[in-house]
């Protein structure tokens, strides 16, 4: 949004200079993107007026002017501009001036001397491009600066609105800003209702009133098209960006940028029957004033009459029913078009325009009349005409009302941090157009029509700190109690298994709730939830395991040359339960993949994948920090994803609770894996605590070790041999360990397992007939159970 200071102070009296005001509304929210002055700098530059103009002797193009700068004496000037004529106002520079880049001497154009040049905008840094001199009006009196005439000490402000302020995209919300900043008086339009001369109407007709609530229309009969607009509405219109066009387009795009209203004027003559604001029908063709033609969607808006589309309501007009040099008669236009209505229409057709700009964010919903009396006002006394009653339809239930919110001084001063006098926060509320009114602990507010961001209090909490100002705010350190944790000290809590996984390799993984249906079919005959609009087919099913969304992570990374993968992720399974809530488990899961190398790259050892006793070893790390390692078991998986001599299930209280192993080939390769993979995935429930460590008095008693070496069965299960002896042992047997398997032809199908068995008591030295008594034991035991005999 562009406007000029001078325009603003207009509406309010300020002592503020163009920089000043634009800091104060960039610390009230309004963004100034830049604070230029209106023109380049130049002196030496008046009002003349062009006595004679004859062709140049030796040119097809150039003039031979005779100017009256108000000197006394007339002024030779050759000027090559197609416009200049003879009785044109003109921008005279005299020899001596200063123009940007260039200083104003005596000189010869083609054999016939010149003494000054007749200036366009552009080459006074007042715009980009120029089509000829400046033409100044009649009236324009001769031999004044033209920084005089035409109040050139001026500045042009750009500010970047956010979308939900659409109150300041005019003059008239910026002053109301700056009137509320600078506690000046805020002096409105006086917008007085014309009166109409004729009885001449034109039909009306709004078939979706949600989405033109209200439309007025007034005839215009007999004005005059080759008016020229007055030098201060050209030049305020210049200054906000927009150029000149005729009296008609002119007055449209000043009331628009004045008040904020889009306007739109028809060729009354060049209308058919009556206006019919509807959507567009299907295919429908319609010519736009810049001569494209679109094709338009039932899902725009459309201005119509009963012969076809006229214009896009809000965006654009159409060439059929555009002002042009005959036209006589118009019809004004002036309407509140649903935001939802227009939104994202102007970019579909490839458009960007000042009222689509200001419709898609909302536009006052009472403001249309004062607009319309603004126009016909103005546009009555540029090019005269004779107006006629204005014709509205409108459906007032769907409307924007205004709604009451209630200010709590105690909230106010507690979210802010400070406290705001009752006095002051009146007058910010009062400024702002909000109505308050004292109640007991605050004030009652009414949010105006042309503030659609004001809903709640927090919305006014935020208005009354913007405009006291944030940097009246003191800095406070914030202060807050600290309290122990509630929880208790036996809870294993998330990121102690976070660490213990990272410790052995791991990185933690956050994936998708929702993932291919075909990958999750891989690890289990779960019907998962599909989701009814899905972003796409592979994201189409809620997982019923983790390792779908590990493994798609994991073959990512490998396909891009990582040669040492290992994910985990702590997540939330959802399995179909008829049972639980909505029928749907949540089941918090803990999972792993490690794919590839299963150490570093180093010198000093030789390269291998990772195995299942890698992947067993991990869990048993993460099943140690509930340090009741001995509560769980493990017992040859029965998953169909896992190799079935590579996986065990994991037992919790007879209940299994994990799994963990190498994929089987099939699983394997069904995910696009071409090397080993290992796996786990354990229900998070079954680590939710861990045992309290206890201090105890080291021993001062020696422990005994024994070692055996047992040849049994190769389907006995090494943890039912261990288990066994410890059981035989009691609480003699500190410590079981396995630190040899050998297997050989001549064993068959038996192996030989050696151990180590640590007997301790921490009364007394064991006697030798003690731990013979338990190497007795423990003989006859795995002799009589699993029919084992040490190995000679």
């Known amino acids: 949004m562009k406007f000029t200071k001078s325009w603003v102070d207009e509406w309010v009296a300020n002592s503020l200079s163009a920089q000043e005001m634009s800091d104060a509304i960039t610390m009230a929210g309004l963004e100034v993107d830049t604070c230029e002055g209106v023109c380049a700098e130049f002196d030496g530059v008046v009002v003349a007026r062009v006595v004679e103009c004859e062709d140049h002797p030796d040119s097809d193009h150039l003039h031979v002017t005779k100017i009256d700068a108000g000197t006394g004496e007339l002024l030779q000037i050759v000027c090559g501009a197609a416009n200049c004529r003879a009785g044109l106002k003109v921008a005279c520079s005299k020899?001596?001036?200063?123009?940007?880049?260039?200083?104003?001497?005596?000189?010869?154009?083609?054999?016939?001397?010149?003494?000054?040049?007749?200036?366009?905008?552009?080459?006074?840094?007042?715009?980009?491009?120029?089509?000829?001199?400046?033409?100044?009006?009649e009236d324009a009196p001769v031999g004044t600066d033209l920084h005089d005439y035409l109040q050139l000490n001026d500045h042009t402000i750009d500010v970047d609105l956010t979308t939900n302020r659409p109150d300041c995209l005019s003059i008239r919300g910026i002053a109301r800003e700056v009137a509320v900043l600078t506690r000046g008086e805020f002096k409105d339009l006086e917008c007085a209702p014309v009166a109409a001369v004729i009885d001449d109407t034109y039909p009306v007709k709004v078939e979706d009133t949600e989405a033109c609530p209200r439309y007025l229309g007034r005839v215009i009969r007999g004005v005059n098209q080759k008016a020229h607009s007055p030098v201060w509405m050209v030049e305020k219109l210049r200054r906000c960006g927009i150029r000149s066009v005729s009296p008609i387009v002119d007055v449209t795009n000043y009331v628009m940028i004045e008040l904020g209203q889009p306007l739109h004027s028809f060729d009354l003559n060049r209308l058919h029957e009556g206006i019919v604001v509807r959507f567009a029908r299907e295919g429908e063709k319609l010519v736009l004033l810049s001569g494209e033609e679109v094709t338009l969607t039932d899902k725009t808006l459309i201005i119509a009459d009963h012969k076809?589309?006229?214009?896009?309501?809000?965006?654009?007009?159409?060439?059929?029913?555009?002002?042009?040099?005959?036209?006589?008669?118009?019809?004004?236009?002036?309407?509140?078009?649903?935001?939802?209505?227009?939104?994202?229409?102007?970019?579909?057709?490839?458009?960007?325009?000042?009222?689509?700009?200001?419709?898609?964010?909302?536009?006052?919903?009472?403001?249309?009349?004062?607009?319309?009396?603004?126009?016909?006002?103005?546009?009555?006394?540029?090019?005269?005409?004779?107006?006629?009653?204005?014709?509205?339809?409108?459906?007032?239930?769907?409307?924007?009302?205004?709604?009451?919110?209630?200010?709590?001084?105690?909230?106010?001063?507690?979210?802010?941090?400070?406290?705001?006098?009752?006095?002051?926060?009146?007058?910010?509320?009062?400024?702002?157009?909000?109505?308050?009114?004292?109640?007991?602990?605050?004030?009652?507010?009414?949010?105006?029509?042309?503030?659609?961001?004001i809903e709640i209090e927090e919305d006014l909490i935020e208005e009354v700190a913007r405009i006291y100002g944030y940097n009246s705010i003191p800095n406070k350190m914030p202060v807050a109690d600290m309290l122990m944790s509630a929880e208790r000290e036996e809870v294993l809590k998330d990121r102690a298994l976070r660490s213990s996984l990272v410790q052995t390799g791991f990185q933690e993984a956050i994936t998708y709730s929702f993932t291919d249906p075909k990958t999750l079919s891989v690890f289990n005959d779960l019907e998962p939830l599909v989701l009814s609009t899905p972003i796409s087919v592979e994201m189409s099913a809620m997982r019923t395991t983790l390792l779908a969304g590990l493994a798609l992570a994991a073959r990512y990374n490998v396909n891009r040359q990582q040669k040492r993968v290992r994910l985990f992720e702590l997540g939330l399974s959802y399995i179909q339960d008829k049972d639980a809530e909505n029928g749907v488990r949540q089941e918090p899961m803990i999972a792993g993949i490690a794919i590839g190398d299963a150490e570093a790259e180093c010198w000093n050892q030789k390269g291998r994948h990772v195995?299942?006793?890698?992947?067993?070893?991990?869990?048993?790390?993460?099943?140690?920090?509930?340090?009741?390692?001995?509560?769980?078991?493990?017992?040859?998986?029965?998953?169909?994803?896992?190799?079935?001599?590579?996986?065990?299930?994991?037992?919790?209280?007879?209940?299994?609770?994990?799994?963990?192993?190498?994929?089987?080939?099939?699983?394997?390769?069904?995910?696009?894996?071409?090397?080993?993979?290992?796996?786990?995935?354990?229900?998070?429930?079954?680590?939710?605590?861990?045992?309290?460590?206890?201090?105890?008095?080291?021993?001062?008693?020696?422990?005994?070790?024994?070692?055996?070496?047992?040849?049994?069965?190769?389907?006995?299960?090494?943890?039912?041999?261990?288990?066994?002896?410890?059981?035989?042992?009691?609480?003699?047997?500190?410590?079981?360990?396995?630190?040899?398997?050998?297997?050989?032809?001549?064993?068959?199908?038996?192996?030989?397992?050696?151990?180590?068995?640590?007997?301790?008591?921490?009364?007394?030295?064991?006697?030798?007939?003690?731990?013979?008594?338990?190497?007795?034991?423990i003989l006859e035991a795995v002799k009589t159970k699993f029919g084992a005999a040490l190995r000679e």
């Open 95 to 137: 020899v001596g001036a200063h123009l940007p880049g260039i200083t104003i001497k005596d000189a010869k154009l083609r054999g016939v001397e010149s003494h000054g040049m007749l200036c366009s905008y552009k080459e006074l840094g007042m715009a980009d491009e120029s089509d000829g001199i400046i033409e100044l009006p």
């Open 308 to 453: 076809g589309p006229l214009g896009l309501a809000g965006i654009f007009g159409g060439e059929s029913s555009g002002i042009n040099d005959e036209t006589r008669d118009v019809f004004l236009e002036a309407a509140f078009f649903s935001p939802l209505a227009i939104k994202g229409r102007a970019r579909h057709y490839g458009l960007k325009t000042d009222a689509s700009h200001r419709f898609e964010r909302g536009v006052d919903p009472k403001l249309q009349m004062r607009a319309m009396e603004r126009a016909t006002e103005l546009l009555i006394a540029i090019a005269g005409g004779q107006p006629g009653p204005v014709v509205e339809c409108v459906d007032e239930a769907r409307l924007k009302n205004d709604h009451q919110i209630t200010l709590r001084l105690e909230r106010l001063n507690r979210i802010l941090g400070c406290t705001i006098a009752p006095e002051e926060v009146e007058r910010i509320l009062k400024t702002l157009g909000l109505n308050p009114v004292a109640i007991e602990g605050g004030f009652a507010t009414t949010a105006p029509s042309f503030r659609f961001d």
């Open 611 to 777: 195995d299942f006793f890698d992947i067993k070893g991990d869990v048993e790390a993460l099943l140690a920090l509930t340090a009741r390692a001995s509560d769980y078991s493990w017992q040859p998986t029965q998953c169909p994803f896992l190799h079935p001599g590579q996986g065990a299930d994991l037992f919790l209280d007879g209940r299994r609770v994990g799994v963990v192993g190498m994929l089987h080939p099939q699983a394997q390769k069904a995910l696009g894996f071409k090397i080993p993979v290992a796996v786990f995935e354990i229900e998070r429930s079954a680590l939710s605590t861990r045992v309290i460590p206890l201090s105890k008095d080291i021993s001062k008693f020696p422990s005994v070790r024994r070692d055996f070496a047992f040849v049994l069965d190769k389907t006995v299960p090494a943890a039912a041999l261990t288990g066994e002896i410890r059981a035989q042992g009691g609480a003699l047997v500190t410590d079981v360990t396995i630190f040899d398997v050998f297997e050989n032809e001549s064993l068959g199908d038996k192996r030989s397992i050696a151990l180590g068995v640590t007997l301790h008591d921490n009364d007394h030295t064991l006697e030798d007939a003690e731990v013979d008594g338990v190497v007795a034991r």
